[in-house]
């Protein structure tokens, strides 16, 4: 049911009391999920535009410039809700939908990213989710051949009952075969391609909009989509054509709201008008009624504009791919959105109330008391034993048992793979790389600086295989927007967003909200997380530094300063007080950082390089003796801060690179101010960590066992 204010709105401004079927569409077109009712002012504050952005947010994708001739189209979604429901139908629709998106752009799509958020695998039913919604992301991306090149996974309680699926999608295009969704003229004909039109999904994007109680998965089943990859890949192939031969005006992915949001955006963003004949919509099933025709979110389907003349050319090649297809309508010049339903209009809107008439606003915040950081615990005895813990925790392990799933290697592109900093494709002589993610529980401790983190170590990773951000999208998680301690959170961790990436030069240039995320059956609420996807490029695709040890006698050099800055590490999270510490701040130099990794990365002068983040420096090492030890001597690293401090302070701007030519690397990186420190040795069986009278020994095999335990624990 429209809540009574809406209801009262909109009979006012349509002069009478909206019939069932335009309240359906107003339920789902003015929802959280489809308005941003309560996002959209704080979205404003956003820099979106940019010497490289063609198209900014507002269409299925966002649009920047590659070279010359060729373009990237950028995409992020979550489908948080439904892979709760139904972990593999809900994880792999939400690959699906974000894939129509690039392609709907007129772009192909050539890489996925996955952050995902997970309660501890401790609970039966979160392992389940877990093992299911990875299936579901596996079994639709290997399928339709697009391949899974990065993504994150994190585990806290917090995620119990309500995981958090979050996609990201590239696309290539050339310049020329971009599309949008903004309808063009009057008189030309809309038509549907792709699978038949069910039942599934229906009312998803207000579903999307609600908490999930502890019946969820019985009573939301029906708003869970149904996919189908084979259909998917088909229609990408028909799509391109139609789009590649000039046959499509306007094209806009069947997704959220279903027909009635795709073709009322479409209408709408051209300043047009949109007559729908329902009867004509393929149906999968028989007496379907206008309502779910229209708000169905059945999936694999394409709504294009086209000319009268090109119909005919649209129909045969879909029919070639063997895909449902059929006109549904017209633009029209009136600015209405009417449907038609056996001979009987069904539904009469002013097609912009329908799409922008949904009343935007922000809702009450409330900062809560200022947080008391607390003592520093005793360091203790054992710091080999701490160390090793939180190699094996899951989500600091390796995530090997997670990408061995995905076809990471399809379309032969891929020169990075999955669990590095971030993945290199090779387009022609550049290199488009690659990150994802966040730190939820920095941003729990403090919503703004852990904004501020996020921008900051993704353009991290992409820093230390040589390239600087072009563009970054976003999905900001949440739970309740209407209780004001958790708007506070939202509303900070986007204004920390925003800065940390007008700081970098970075424009943010599409993205998702999804709010609403906590769960009564666990009695939770998500940690904020505010995941973004970040884009670079390198133009030194021949000698890009690996993440591990690689070459005996190797100076290792140590960049960016290490401060006591514990809040939200996982060091505390290990030793049970995640509360405590100072959450960390961003180097005022941070651009000189960045730029200064970036220029050694493309000088050729380092043979492997590795962001420091979750962790600190002691997972760094760890990670980076994959196959070679390393002699580490910390005596010189920040003499007023503890020995467990500098192992474990996650601080930005920091990362490890290593040299057989030290004095060059150092020498530029002294010329920009940026702090460097020579702390040992590539070489040898074990990583040896000394500090003044304290040596640590770990075995290359100990650090490998530790870093397998999420593969053990799913293959035992």
């Known amino acids: 049911m429209l809540p009574e204010q809406d209801l009262k709105i909109i009979t006012q401004k349509m002069g009478r009391e909206p019939n069932l ?20 002012p704080l979205l404003r504050t956003f820099t979106t535009s940019g010497n490289n952005v063609i198209i900014g947010p507002g269409d299925d994708a966002a649009i920047v410039r590659f070279d010359d001739e060729r373009v990237i189209a950028i995409g992020m979604e979550s489908h948080n809700h439904p892979s709760y429901v139904d972990p593999y139908n809900g994880a792999a629709t939400g690959v699906g939908g974000i894939v129509r998106d690039i392609v709907s752009m007129g772009a192909r799509p050539i ?80 038509v549907l391609v792709g699978a038949a039109t069910g039942r599934d999904g229906l009312g998803g994007a207000s579903f999307a909009s609600r908490d999930l109680s502890h019946d969820a998965e019985a009573s939301e089943r029906p708003s869970i989509q149904i996919g189908d990859p084979y259909t998917e890949k088909l229609l990408i192939e028909a799509t391109l054509e139609c789009i590649n031969k000039g046959y499509v005006a306007a094209c806009r992915d069947l997704g959220a709201a279903g027909l009635a949001g795709a073709s009322s955006e479409m209408g709408s963003k051209g300043d047009l008008g949109i007559y729908i004949i329902a009867d004509n919509v ?8 206008p309502y779910e025709i229209l ?20 129909l045969e090649i879909a029919d070639k791919y063997d895909l449902n297809s059929s006109v549904i309508g017209e633009i029209t010049s009136d600015e209405k959105y009417k449907v038609e339903f056996e001979g009987k209009v069904v539904a009469d809107i002013p097609i912009k109330l329908l799409t922008e008439g949904a009343p935007t606003f922000e809702r009450p915040a409330q900062k809560p008391e200022i947080r008391d950081e607390g003592d520093r615990p005793e360091i203790p005895e054992d710091l080999k034993k701490i160390i090793l813990e939180i190699v094996s925790s899951h989500t600091m392990a390796s995530k090997q048992w997670i990408y061995r799933q995905y076809d990471h290697e399809v379309q032969i592109r891929t020169l990075v793979k999955p669990g590095d900093d971030a993945s290199v494709l090779n387009i022609g002589e550049k290199g488009l790389v690659l990150s994802c993610g ?84 666990y009695n939770t609420s998500v940690a904020p997380t505010p995941s973004i996807g970040i884009v670079g490029i390198t133009e030194n695709v021949d000698s890009l530094p690996g993440s591990g040890f690689n070459a005996p006698g190797d100076s290792i050099i140590l960049i960016g300063e290490t401060a006591d800055e514990m809040g939200g590490c996982e060091y505390y999270r290990l030793l049970d007080i ?45 990670e980076m003796c994959s196959h070679m030890g390393a002699s580490i001597e910390l005596d010189n690293i920040n003499q007023a801060i503890r020995l467990d401090e500098i192992l474990f302070s996650e601080s930005h701007g920091r990362a490890i690179v290593t040299s057989s030519r030290p004095e060059t690397v150092t020498e530029i990186l002294e010329s920009k101010g940026i702090p460097c420190t020579i702390i040992g040795t590539v070489g040898g069986d074990c990583l040896n960590i000394m500090h003044k009278n304290t040596t640590i020994r770990l075995a290359l095999d100990e650090i490998t066992d530790a870093r397998n335990s999420l593969t053990k624990l799913m293959t035992q």
């Open 111 to 190: 890489a996925l990213m996955d952050p995902l958020y997970f309660g501890t695998l401790d609970i039966p039913k979160n392992l389940y989710l877990f093992e299911h919604i990875i299936e579901g992301i596996a079994g639709y991306g290997n399928c339709i051949g697009v391949p899974v090149v990065r993504g994150e996974a994190f585990f806290d309680e917090s995620y119990s009952g309500n995981p958090l699926v979050n996609v990201v999608c590239i696309g290539l295009a050339n310049k020329d075969n971009v599309v949008t969704a903004d309808a063009k003229e009057a008189g030309n004909k809309l």
């Open 21 to 40: 079927v335009e309240q359906g569409c107003f339920i789902n077109l003015w929802s959280e999920h489809c308005s941003y009712r309560s996002s959209a």
């Open 438 to 521: 966040c730190n939820p529980i920095h941003t729990l401790l403090d919503p703004y600086r852990g904004g501020l983190g996020t921008v900051v170590e993704n353009a991290m990773n992409i820093a230390v295989k040589g390239a600087k951000g072009l563009a970054i999208v976003d999905c900001l998680n949440f739970g309740n927007p209407e209780k004001p301690e958790i708007y506070w959170q939202f509303k900070q961790a986007i204004l920390g967003l925003g800065d940390a990436a007008r700081m970098l030069s970075i424009p943010v240039v599409g993205g998702n909200v999804s709010l609403y995320n906590q769960s009564e059956e």
């Open 282 to 289: 393929i149906q999968r099933e028989s007496n379907m009624t």
């Open 578 to 622: 995640k509360d405590r510490g100072r959450v960390p701040s961003v180097p005022e130099n941070i651009n000189d950082i960045i730029e200064g990794i970036i220029e050694i990365v493309q000088k050729d002068s380092i043979s492997s390089s590795h962001d420091i983040s979750s962790g600190g420096l002691a997972v760094a090492l760890c």
């Open 295 to 314: 708000i169905a979110e059945s999936q694999e389907r394409m709504l294009m504009e086209v000319k009268p003349e090109n119909v005919d050319r649209v």
